[in-house]
């Protein structure tokens, strides 16, 4: 197992940002396909982004493309997710996930292997 500690969740109002971070506690972070999904409140927890091990893919969820971009230092073994013109409907539990070593980026949450557990985001309106 990879700890995965996010941080950067928040009370926000609509059309703000936030920047939402994931350290991995690991030298190999380089190694590992890595993504992003979200729980609100009485739904099943859903794909928002994913990014391939050297960054240079990326996959994006309908309801974010446009608003929200994916990034990674693998020198800090941290994984980026960059919240702009947020909506009442992103409310959620934002939670990073990492993926197989050396397999491609996926939507898929069976494809993810360890989780961090979650950073809350609320968006007012």
């Known amino acids: 197992q990879v700890p995965l500690v996010e941080s950067g969740g928040g009370l926000v109002q609509a059309g703000d940002s936030l920047r939402l971070s994931c350290a991995a506690s690991?030298?190999?972070?380089?190694?590992?396909?890595m993504g992003w999904f979200r729980q609100a409140p009485g739904k099943e927890r859903e794909f928002v982004a994913a990014?391939?091990?050297?960054?240079?893919?990326?996959l994006y969820a309908d309801f974010v493309k446009g608003r929200f971009t994916i990034s990674r230092d693998n020198a800090r073994n941290t994984l980026y997710l960059q919240m702009n013109s947020l909506k009442p409907e992103d409310t959620a539990v934002y939670f990073c996930?990492?993926?197989?070593?050396?397999?491609?980026?996926?939507?898929?949450?069976?494809?993810?292997?360890?989780w961090g557990q979650g950073t809350q985001v609320t968006v007012s309106s």
């Open positions: 996930a990492r993926g197989g070593m050396n397999r491609p980026i996926s939507r898929r949450q069976s494809e993810y292997q360890s």
């Open positions: 690991t030298p190999t972070f380089g190694g590992y396909p």
């Open positions: 990014i391939s091990r050297a960054g240079s893919s990326t």
